[in-house]
């Protein structure tokens, strides 16, 4: 294993060095799993944390921002510290340190855009897995592994049990917290994993306060392809700032998917070169959103050369992520959905009014500190979704089941509330989660359909009806 010492790790971090220059042993890990010889990278750090990281014989402690008396500890316990100017570039070079110690001779698959990635993400491993490959893959119900902020990739590769055969890594087109944007997230992530495949599924914003215009959010996702040493790229046709992205990329081969090319969805299922290859029927889930996540993962595998047959058993035995239209019950019908942003709500509001039979119930909960402009947004897809259908619509700031980070504060609420009754929109509101539920479901009859959406204000939706003894 090649091994990395201190102050190579702060003059690639552009950080510096407080402390011994000492050879690194262990991997790169977050704080609550490290092991001796470990680099613990934390994007805060106080007191607690130093004695932690040296109580567990940590190497070294890597850091953005030491408070309180943390660096005076350090130098006490004689734990090596340094002082990063950018966390994500230690994060950047954490997974390309893990892919070329335990994973070097792996095909490798990035997928990145603002929806759908998850699932994407998550199918094309389920059909490589389906083909006999060992692979992994880093997504998870709540997207919490994709970031630059901890070092849960490189983590994760260096853990994994037995020898790798393929990588399939969804990386967040945005990332940062607060109002601190980490400028070309997607370009550092993918030069460190280099890949073999790129898939781009859409741009729509999201992460309103990191980057405020669509334009942005398409210089931030094109960024992935930037300096592109791949095989192959994989777009989302139908949309048409993904489409442009083909120029990026002149010495790459360009596949793309959806309405009008050699992988499309049609009335009677998917097809590749004018060949029903899934049939509708046998498609686990049948949204919009789901089948043009369907026809990314579907591309991906046929640029692979993966057998039909085998991508066909791996899509109709799929399944979704938590939270990805989940259904939770059947009478009344309860789906769950982590609609979060704008284009997130519409689709997923559109594609359960499909279903509907009885009444529909929306119950949403409002994205705490998260900032006014995207609450904003939200507000108006779920105006813009109802306002031509018979809708029950149902707000909650979730006050019970939300910690300090996502916490709805009152100029939110305020927004998102407002801009419903400019579109006059009906609505009630309650405070905590569990009152909304028991409301909901007090007044939803066997035939109706409730929706559930919204982010870390939705997630324990599932605990909490099992709490109220729903479910």
């Known amino acids: 294993m090649k091994h990395l010492n201190t102050s190579y790790l702060a003059h690639k971090s552009k950080g510096k060095l407080i402390g011994d220059d ?18 613990v990278v934390r994007h805060w750090i106080d007191e607690i944390g130093v004695q932690m990281a040296s109580d567990k014989g940590a190497s070294c402690l890597v850091t953005q921002d030491a408070r309180g008396n943390s660096v005076e500890l350090a130098r006490k316990l004689g734990l090596p510290l340094i002082l990063a100017e950018k966390i994500e570039l230690v994060n950047a070079l954490a997974i390309d340190w893990a892919i070329e110690n335990f994973a070097p001779n792996t095909l490798r698959i990035v997928v990145t855009g ?12 389920k059909i490589l897995l389906e083909a006999g490959y060992t692979a992994h893959t880093n997504t998870d119900s709540e997207s919490e592994f994709n970031t630059l902020i901890d070092p849960m990739v490189a983590k994760q590769i260096a853990e994994f049990q037995g020898e790798l055969d393929a990588l399939v890594l969804e990386v967040s087109e945005v990332q940062g917290w607060e109002d601190r944007n980490m400028a070309d997230h997607a370009f550092l992530m993918t030069s460190a994993i280099k890949p073999h495949i790129v898939v781009l599924t859409n741009v729509a914003l999201d992460h309103v306060g990191l980057v405020n215009t669509i334009e942005d959010v398409s210089k931030e996702i094109s960024s992935s392809l930037r300096g592109f040493q791949g095989k192959q790229v994989i777009l989302n046709h139908d949309d048409p700032l993904i489409r442009k992205m083909e120029n990026l990329v002149p010495n790459a081969e360009v596949r793309f998917y959806g309405s009008g090319t050699s992988v499309e969805f049609r009335k009677n299922g998917i097809f590749y070169k004018e060949k029903l290859i899934i049939p509708l029927n046998d498609l686990p889930f ?10 990314a993962a579907v591309s991906t595998s046929i640029a692979l050369k993966i057998n039909l047959n085998i991508i066909k058993r791996a899509v109709e035995s799929y399944q979704p992520l938590k939270r990805r239209f989940t259904v939770l019950n059947h009478n009344p019908l309860i789906i769950d959905d982590f609609a979060h942003n704008p284009e997130g709500i519409a689709a997923t509001i559109k594609s359960t009014t499909e279903l509907v039979s009885g ?19 939200n507000a108006q897809a779920v105006a813009n979704s109802i306002k031509k259908i018979d809708y029950n619509l149902i707000l909650t700031s979730s006050e019970d089941v939300v910690d300090n980070a996502n916490r709805v504060k009152p100029s939110e609420k305020k927004i998102f509330i407002e801009e419903l009754q400019k579109e006059g929109i009906k609505y009630s509101h309650y405070n905590t989660l569990t ?29 909490v009806l099992k709490q109220i003894k729903f479910i």
Request: with cysteine; proline share 1%; charged share 20%.
């Open 22 to 39: 000492r050879i690194i042993t262990g991997i790169f890990n977050i704080l609550k799993d490290a092991g001796k010889g470990d680099v």
């Open 114 to 125: 603002t929806n759908g990635k998850s699932t994407t993400t998550h199918m094309i491993h």
């Open 435 to 463: 009152k909304a539920l028991q409301n909901v479901l007090k007044m939803a009859k066997n035939d109706d359909t409730i929706l559930l959406i919204g982010a870390q204000g939705m997630d324990p939706a599932l605990d």
């Open 359 to 377: 009444k529909f119930h929306i119950v949403c909960a409002i994205r705490g500190s998260r900032g006014s402009s995207l609450n904003k947004l």
């Open 286 to 295: 049948k949204s919009s959103h789901f089948i043009q996540n369907t026809l």
